[in-house]
């Protein structure tokens, strides 16, 4: 072969090479292209780390470590829901439910949880929480086997003490570079979150917790972790409970001890035209002493009249309670009507005493002598619409000691936070709306 002719076919050979070269680098190209816009297109959330760098990829100056279709849910347990969530919480106490969490997992790859942030606040809004961190030393988070967190386990995140002042007061931070707990894709993990313990309410002093302070749990948006594969997440979403604090539990309201209530039918009670005994009412005390100053109950009648005249004994000593206001209508046949009863003196009740509190309504026009022609149907009865507390007796009987009017009764009940005697002008009395359980059963007395 002559020198032009290996002179032309290597010339041709470097011409198909550098097609080919060209070629490749359009189908690379337009591949990385379409690798973007498919990438732009999915709906879930992608995460990016940061490399330090700027640039024009989609990341926004974020090289993508790999583009992630997962994400974690926290969802407040019994969101909204004042009656199996919001209640009193006893202080000196350790291991207190505050609020119940469902961790939930979307997407390809299990969630490991690294960091996390808790708060307590006093308002379940402001980030600052020193006015509350007399009262919550420490939290826990255990991870619990259902919704109901009646079982549960530790995670590693238990006693985390509570930042008592500064700028990060009311706050924990905890991480760990494995891991606390992992949420495997698509499933829920339920936990809950604890005060791990609480300061006590040393009576007629702030020293330490204060009676009647409102606590609100939390999981923090900042300073939240989670590896996903080979990537790391920042942030998670909520349904439910989220504020600028993140996830907030119910209400809580730190009180020294409140009254626990259990009611039965007066044994051998029969309605006549007289006082017939309609309900006899347990009180005891949880935490510490009680007062009790006034009740209520609904009463509902057939074949006779309730009058608004009623007594009360206690049945405990077997004496008769002073009552100085009885706040009610006559009640006819067919009707019922609500019976507040106001005591002259605060009953005082201390723990593992309790007393027991026999109702006795004034009936008569009973109708016939036919057993079970007449009824009284009788249940505890509130009805207040929010919680009220640390105000004097004087608050909830109004100027003219009568409920202003009627409109607004209330039980009146105090924690005894301010003094062990009941004084009625002082601060420490409150209503019945957070009290649990408070017993929705119904007792009947017939002729």
Same mark, same amino acid.
């Given at each position: 072969?002559?020198?032009?002719?290996?002179?032309?076919?290597?010339?041709?050979?470097?011409?198909?090479?550098?097609?080919?070269?060209?070629?490749?680098?359009?189908?690379?190209?337009?591949?990385?292209?379409?690798?973007?816009?498919?990438?732009?297109? %999915?709906?879930? &959330?992608? %995460? #990016?780390?940061?490399?330090?760098?700027?640039?024009?990829?989609?990341?926004? /100056?974020?090289?993508?470590?790999?583009?992630?279709?997962?994400?974690?849910?926290?969802?407040?347990?019994?969101?909204?829901?004042?009656?199996?969530?919001?209640?009193?919480?006893?202080?000196?106490?350790?291991?207190?439910?505050?609020?119940?969490?469902?961790?939930?997992?979307?997407?390809?790859?299990?969630?490991?949880?690294?960091?996390?942030?808790?708060?307590?606040?006093?308002?379940?809004?402001?980030?600052?929480?020193?006015?509350?961190?007399?009262?919550?030393? !420490?939290?826990?988070?255990?991870?619990?086997?259902?919704?109901?967190?009646? !079982?549960? @386990?530790?995670? /590693?995140?238990? #006693? $985390?003490?509570?930042?008592?002042?500064?700028?990060?007061?009311?706050?924990?931070?905890?991480?760990?570079?494995?891991?606390?707990?992992?949420?495997?894709?698509? +499933?829920?993990?339920?936990?809950?979150?604890?005060?791990?313990? $609480?300061?006590?309410?040393?009576?007629?002093?702030?020293?330490?917790?204060?009676?009647?302070?409102?606590? #609100?749990?939390?999981?923090?948006? !900042?300073?939240? +972790?989670?590896?996903?594969?080979? !990537?790391?997440?920042?942030?998670?979403?909520?349904?439910?409970?989220?504020?600028?604090?993140?996830?907030?539990?119910?209400?809580?309201?730190?009180?020294?001890?409140?009254?626990?209530?259990?009611?039965?039918?007066?044994?051998?009670?029969?309605?006549?035209?007289?006082?017939?005994?309609?309900?006899?009412?347990?009180?005891?005390?949880?935490?510490?002493?009680?007062?009790?100053?006034?009740?209520?109950?609904?009463?509902?009648?057939?074949?006779?009249?309730?009058?608004?005249?009623?007594?009360?004994?206690?049945?405990?000593?077997? =004496?008769?309670?002073?009552?100085?206001?009885?706040?009610?209508?006559?009640?006819?046949?067919?009707?019922? /009507?609500?019976?507040?009863?106001?005591?002259?003196?605060?009953?005082?009740?201390?723990?593992?005493?309790?007393?027991? #509190?026999?109702?006795?309504?004034?009936?008569?026009?009973?109708?016939?002598?036919?057993?079970?022609?007449?009824?009284?149907?009788?249940?505890?009865?509130?009805?207040?619409?929010?919680?009220?507390?640390?105000? =004097?007796?004087?608050?909830?009987?109004? &100027?003219?000691?009568?409920?202003?009017?009627?409109?607004?009764?209330?039980?009146?009940?105090?924690?005894?936070?301010?003094?062990?005697?009941?004084?009625? @002008?002082?601060?420490?009395?409150?209503?019945?709306?957070?009290?649990?359980?408070?017993?929705?059963? @119904?007792?009947?007395?017939?002729?």
């Amino acid at each position: 072969m002559n020198k032009k002719k290996l002179l032309l076919l290597v010339s041709i050979f470097a011409l198909v090479l550098v097609v080919t070269a060209i070629n490749i680098g359009a189908a690379q190209y337009l591949a990385i292209q379409e690798g973007w816009k498919n990438a732009n297109a %999915y709906a879930a &959330p992608r %995460y #990016y780390i940061d490399d330090g760098g700027g640039g024009n990829d989609p990341g926004g /100056g974020k090289e993508p470590g790999k583009t992630v279709n997962a994400t974690l849910t926290i969802t407040r347990i019994g969101a909204g829901s004042m009656d199996t969530d919001s209640t009193h919480v006893i202080a000196g106490r350790s291991n207190v439910a505050l609020t119940r969490l469902e961790f939930r997992g979307s997407g390809n790859n299990d969630i490991i949880v690294k960091k996390i942030q808790f708060g307590i606040s006093a308002d379940g809004r402001a980030a600052t929480a020193e006015g509350v961190s007399d009262e919550v030393l !420490s939290v826990s988070l255990k991870r619990c086997t259902d919704a109901s967190c009646v !079982s549960k @386990t530790s995670v /590693g995140l238990d #006693y $985390l003490p509570i930042e008592p002042t500064g700028i990060a007061a009311g706050t924990v931070r905890a991480s760990t570079s494995t891991g606390f707990f992992a949420i495997p894709k698509g +499933e829920s993990r339920y936990f809950t979150l604890e005060a791990a313990v $609480l300061s006590p309410v040393l009576v007629g002093s702030s020293a330490q917790a204060d009676s009647g302070t409102d606590l #609100y749990a939390s999981v923090a948006l !900042s300073n939240f +972790e989670a590896a996903v594969g080979s !990537s790391i997440i920042t942030r998670f979403t909520t349904s439910t409970g989220g504020t600028s604090l993140g996830v907030v539990g119910t209400r809580k309201v730190l009180l020294k001890a409140q009254p626990t209530l259990s009611i039965a039918k007066p044994a051998g009670a029969v309605v006549t035209n007289g006082l017939t005994p309609v309900i006899d009412i347990t009180v005891g005390a949880d935490g510490g002493a009680a007062a009790l100053k006034a009740l209520g109950l609904n009463i509902g009648a057939t074949g006779a009249t309730v009058f608004a005249s009623t007594t009360v004994t206690d049945l405990t000593s077997n =004496t008769p309670v002073a009552v100085s206001m009885v706040s009610g209508n006559t009640i006819p046949s067919g009707g019922s /009507g609500d019976v507040y009863i106001v005591f002259a003196n605060p009953e005082i009740i201390t723990p593992g005493s309790p007393k027991t #509190y026999r109702v006795n309504a004034t009936t008569g026009n009973v109708s016939s002598s036919t057993p079970g022609s007449a009824r009284i149907i009788t249940k505890l009865d509130r009805d207040e619409t929010a919680i009220i507390n640390s105000q =004097t007796v004087s608050y909830f009987l109004g &100027p003219n000691g009568d409920y202003y009017g009627g409109n607004t009764r209330a039980w009146i009940w105090s924690d005894l936070s301010d003094d062990q005697a009941g004084i009625e @002008t002082n601060t420490d009395w409150a209503n019945a709306y957070l009290i649990r359980p408070f017993p929705q059963d @119904t007792v009947t007395v017939t002729n």
